[in-house]
């Protein structure tokens, strides 16, 4: 398995494996219409593109040629010296087969290597993801919620793990 980092060339295929993913892993926690909005919010093309001028970096997960996931981080989080995940997902076939942890694991490399101290994440209180989280070193720090607009609401624990 490789980790390359997409370029603006690629966003089509981060949009095209959120598409697969997404609406898979919210189906049960959020309604048809929030994962529309977040959908558009987040993964619209013009939306990833302006994520990554504003310093969203990409990394992809391929294998013989096929794309297995995406994680998005951002360095020095808010002027710190923590390494922020915006995203991570893995297409649910290849779940539970390594790759999240092999994401975790560079993400922790790339943030270490720019003197980040720790990696931090916000995950839906919901989510069955959390016990991954916590079996690759994560632990939840607090509770927080986002008001993302349409009368919508994140509902999410912010974990973080030491590097």
């Known amino acids: 398995m490789n980790i390359v980092e997409a370029t603006e060339n690629q966003i089509v295929i981060i949009k095209s494996l959120s598409d697969k993913v997404w609406p898979v892993t919210f189906r049960d926690i959020l309604s048809e219409e929030q994962i529309k909005y977040m959908m558009n919010?987040?993964?619209?093309?013009?939306?990833?593109?302006?994520?990554?001028?504003?310093?969203h970096h990409y990394l992809l997960a391929e294998e013989d040629g096929e794309y297995l996931g995406y994680l998005s981080y951002e360095l020095n989080y808010k002027g710190s010296d923590i390494t922020k995940v915006h995203k991570i997902y893995v297409l649910s076939s290849l779940q539970g087969r390594g790759v999240g942890r092999f994401f975790i694991d560079k993400a922790g490399e790339i943030?270490?290597?720019?003197?980040?101290?720790?990696?931090?994440?916000?995950?839906?209180r919901f989510n069955r993801a959390i016990d991954f989280y916590k079996r690759v070193?994560?632990?939840?720090?607090?509770?927080?919620?986002?008001d993302i607009g349409n009368g919508f609401l994140m509902e999410d624990y912010v974990m973080n793990k030491k590097i």
């Open 41 to 55: 919010m987040m993964y619209s093309e013009d939306s990833l593109r302006k994520q990554m001028k504003e310093g």
């Open 111 to 124: 943030a270490k290597n720019n003197n980040n101290k720790e990696l931090l994440l916000n995950v839906n």
């Open 137 to 146: 070193g994560f632990e939840i720090v607090r509770n927080e919620d986002i």
